[in-house]
Structure formats: structure tokens, C-alpha cells
């Protein structure tokens, strides 16, 4: 079996289209990449970038999209709803086929040696490939965003595991590692009271007591006028999509919110939606074999 990777790097840039398709344009120019995905959100000031490939190749993707986003973007100017760090967020390898986690662990060390090396871009690792418990969580790593860990760099705490402990002065820091699939999942509401989505997020959030694998905070989306909670599933088959979304529903509807409409980020795996198919449909015995498409590979 031939070995696949995917990787989803995301690049603090979501309104300037010729920007997105300069650094789409570089994973495009790797033999033996395919470039599934591209989705930019102009409120978060964000793209999302899927691809999958040999694990060299898309190591090689992945190190070229950063380099040209490190050359357009200047995150001293940078403003967005979404947390980040850098021009080039983060990026991680995710196994497919015919690769374990343990090389996607690799390739990671790899990438994140090299963009400190040939970039001058500080790294840090996460998720399957962090170095301390203290690193494994994205939302750990990007504590204080790019404006705080300006100064937080220089602490022993905070010393990147690759590159020099000060921002690169205008692409910031980046991180990179190895994970499962995560489905970015966000839920719009009624309201513009973003003081309701934060109070939502922190009811489903795994750190505050809400959901296992769930990662979720409450944003303003300005050019709607609308408050949303914007989640990372690290694991749908520990915690689906239709619990959480249940949740969200029940919760809002106890501040007078009613849900406006839900998007998926980015790619989202089959089963995914078959799990909140037959849980909604309530299907009795149905198989993931009895999906047309699945038949017709």
C-alpha cells in the first residue's frame, strides 16, 4: 500500500484572494500532491488548506506554502476573529494509508527543523508530536496569541523546539505535528450577543467540563452581525457531531437563541455524517455500504 498523508496547514490570511492563491499556488506546483480543499473566512481572516500526498512531497508542499506565506504576510498588521501565532499557523500531518502516526511524528520534527532553519521562523510542536504535556493541546501553545508570545518567547516555558526564542518579525511562529482527523465545526446563532456563544462554547468544552475532544469558543462574526461557536472535534467517534450540535440548540434556546445554520471547515470524514444521519433519520440497521457513492469507487 502506498503510502498517504494529508496535511492542513492554516494561514492567518482570508480576504485577500490573490494572497490565498499565491500560497495555494505553491502546494499545486509539487509532483504528487493533490490539493482537496481550499476554504478562507474573511471574519476569522483565515484559509484552511487541505491536501494529501507521498509523505516527502507533502512535507515539501507544506514547507513552500509557509515560505511564501511568510514573504505576503505581516502579522504586525494582521487582525482576525481566530486565534493564531504566525503568517503560517499550523500545520498538521495526519495518517491516511499505509503510514503510522510514529512517521507523521517524524515528518513533523522534519518540517518544523526545517522552516526553523531555512525561514528563521520559531516552531512548536503538537498534538502526537510534542515534546512536553504541556504542548500537546493547540490552544495550550497559542496561549496569549502572536501579541502576547512576543514576549512570552524569551521565558523558559515558552522556548520554541526548533529556532531562535524571539518572532520572526513578520511571518511570528508557527506550529507544527501529527493528529488525527479534527473536524472544524461552527454553529451560527441569532443573536450578535457574543457574550452567549462564550457561554455556550464553555458549556460543550472539554476543559470546562463539557464534552471529551471538544474544543470550542464563542467569536463575533462582524460582517453578519452574528455571535458563533466556533469547535475543533479532535475525535468524532468519541464525541459526534449531533451531540454536540443538540447541546448547542438547548443551550441557546435558554437565553431566548435559536440556531441560524451550522458550516463545516475544510473536509469532513464520510462516517462523520453517516453517524448524524442515522441519529437524526433514526435508522434502524443501516450500513455504510448502502451509501450509493461508497459503491461506486
Known sequence: MAKLVE???????????????????????VAGVTLLNVNSDASHN?????????PQAAKLAAFNACAK????????????????????????????????????VELANELGREIAEKLGIPVYLYEAAAKTPARVKLPDVRKGEYEGLK?????????????????HPTAGATVVGARQFLIAYNINL?????????KIANSIREV?????????????????????????????????????FETVKSEAARYGVSIIGSEIVGMVPLQALVDTADFYLRLEGFDRKQVLEENLR
Open 190 to 198: 441569532s443573536t450578535s450577543d457574543v457574550a452567549i456563544a462564550k
Open 46 to 54: 483565515r484559509t484552511v488548506v487541505t491536501f494529501v500526498g507521498e
Open 151 to 167: 514576549t512570552a518567547i524569551s521565558t523558559p516555558e515558552r522556548t520554541p523546539d526548533f529556532g531562535p526564542a524571539r518572532m
Open 7 to 29: 496535511c492542513v496547514p492554516n494561514f492567518s490570511e482570508g480576504r485577500r484572494p490573490e494572497v490565498i492563491a499565491a500560497i495555494t499556488g505553491e502546494v499545486t506546483k
Open 208 to 244: 470546562k467540563g463539557g464534552y471529551k475532544y471538544c474544543r470550542a469558543m464563542g467569536v463575533m462574526i462582524e460582517e453578519r452581525n452574528m455571535a458563533q461557536v466556533t469547535i475543533n472535534m479532535v475525535d468524532y467517534t468519541g464525541t459526534p457531531l449531533h451531540r454536540v
Open 69 to 104: 506565506a511568510a514573504e505576503l504576510i505581516d502579522m504586525e498588521q494582521h487582525q482576525g476573529e481566530h486565534p493564531r501565532i504566525g503568517a503560517t499557523d499550523v500545520i498538521p500531518f495526519i495518517p491516511v494509508s499505509g503510514i503510522t502516526m510514529e512517521e507523521c
